[in-house]
């Protein structure tokens, strides 16, 4: 789950870490007045959304005056915000943070995430601060400092006098960065982060270590035991389809194909969307129904996978063991009874009561292309396409 960047600084605030002067707007006129209550000469105007890129997509703007302020925020929230994490269409934006501007000497990188080779999350730190992390990786790697955080124990003194002194910074600014990093470890752990990230976090003219910007994911998984985290959830940043797939009981992620997958299992789930690109097809999404899933829910899997105007073929590859392939079954024919399939639907079924859900898919007036095994469910769902066209 993610949250904006002023829900992530406030929880910065709250854990000792330095943060500039915000305040939150939804309006033209609301940015205005926090321009002016902020008191300064200078002001940042944030888009927020739950994408990166912002400033490079014209969602972040330096204004000098409450007239500025109100001229970036009506140029902000009057279209969707294009980034290269958004797609094409873009986000709408409905929030602003209007922050005070900061003497800025130096920027820096601090992310926390889990390292699945290690076991455990792991602080990196780098000079290359505004730059993706990404682009500082594959471009300058030795850049990049690493510490391991021990789940149990979290990072160490030692450790983030390390990171600070690796850093370059002055000497007057090391035992504040200290602080900096063991908070955000801190935070990691006990929020069930799966991402903190401040990028950047800087260096004032006057020798202060704050951090100008603020990311943090959390683990779905955990959420159960967040509750205060869950409430900061902005349904309205999340694409419409997860939002229900999730309400449902169901793992869905919008990709860019055109074969809607309909599995059960992750793994499987996975080797499905391989073999369409192996046959040369793109899958649209993917989307696992789970090992016990009913009829309602696979009748919802349906419905979400032919909300995406994009899909035109549908793949279903289900190896029944406590899923049932009957099931599997009903639920087709009932979305097929509910809401109708006008798109090709190729069906590979295996396992527990596959007769029995071969013989209801089979007595149905369906068009359904069945399929031996994967890779001729994968063909056949690449070869309907052209079949369509």
């Not at 600084?9 to 500039?20: E, M, R």
């Not at 400092?145 to 990171?163: F, Y």
């Not at 074969?259 to 696992?288: H, Q, R, S, Y």
Request: net charge negative; with cysteine; charged share 20%.
């Amino acid at each position: 789950m993610k949250i904006h960047e002023f829900q992530a600084k406030a929880l910065f605030a709250a854990a000792g870490i330095p943060v500039p002067q915000g305040i939150v707007a939804r309006s033209p006129d609301e940015a205005a007045a926090a321009f002016t209550s902020l008191g300064g000469e200078l002001a940042v105007v944030k888009a927020q959304i739950h994408a990166g890129g912002r400033g490079k997509g014209g969602g972040v703007k330096l204004v000098r005056s409450a007239d500025e302020a109100k001229e970036a925020a009506t140029a902000i929230l009057s279209a969707p915000l294009i980034t290269h994490q958004t797609g094409p269409e873009g986000q709408p934006v409905k929030t602003l943070l209007v922050e005070a501007g900061s003497d800025i000497a130096h920027e820096y990188y601090v992310g926390l995430t889990l390292d699945r080779a290690l076991g455990m999350p792991v602080l990196m730190a780098s000079t290359e601060g505004g730059v993706e992390i990404e682009t500082v990786a594959a471009n300058t790697p030795e850049k990049i400092l690493k510490q391991p955080v021990d789940p149990e124990a979290g990072l160490r003194p030692w450790q983030a006098r390390q990171l600070a002194y690796g850093l370059g910074l002055p000497a007057s600014a090391i035992r504040g960065a200290q602080k900096i990093f063991t908070a955000l470890s801190t935070l990691f752990l006990e929020k069930d982060a799966s991402l903190v990230e401040v990028n950047p976090l800087v260096l004032t003219g006057a020798g202060d270590v704050i951090a100008l910007d603020g990311k943090v994911t959390f683990d779905s998984n955990a959420l159960y035991r967040q509750p205060a985290i869950v409430e900061l959830r902005d349904i309205d940043e999340e694409d419409a389809r997860e939002a229900d797939a999730q309400e449902a009981g169901l793992a869905y992620i919008a990709l860019d194909g055109n074969i809607g997958c309909l599995v059960n299992g992750a793994g499987l789930a996975m080797g499905t969307m391989d073999t369409i690109k192996l046959a040369g097809g793109e899958p649209a999404n993917f989307l696992d129904v789970g090992g016990g899933a009913t009829a309602e829910q696979v009748t919802t899997a349906f419905k979400i996978i032919l909300s995406d105007p994009k899909v035109e073929a549908i793949l279903v590859n289900i190896f029944g063991g406590i899923m049932k392939c009957d099931v599997i079954a009903e639920g087709i024919l009932a979305a097929a009874s509910e809401i109708g399939i006008s798109v090709p639907l190729v069906v590979r079924l295996e396992g527990t009561n596959v007769e029995r859900g071969r013989e209801l898919l089979e007595g149905s007036d369906l068009d359904i292309i069945t399929a031996s095994d994967l890779a001729d469910a994968a063909a056949k769902a690449v070869e309907s396409l052209g079949a369509k066209a």
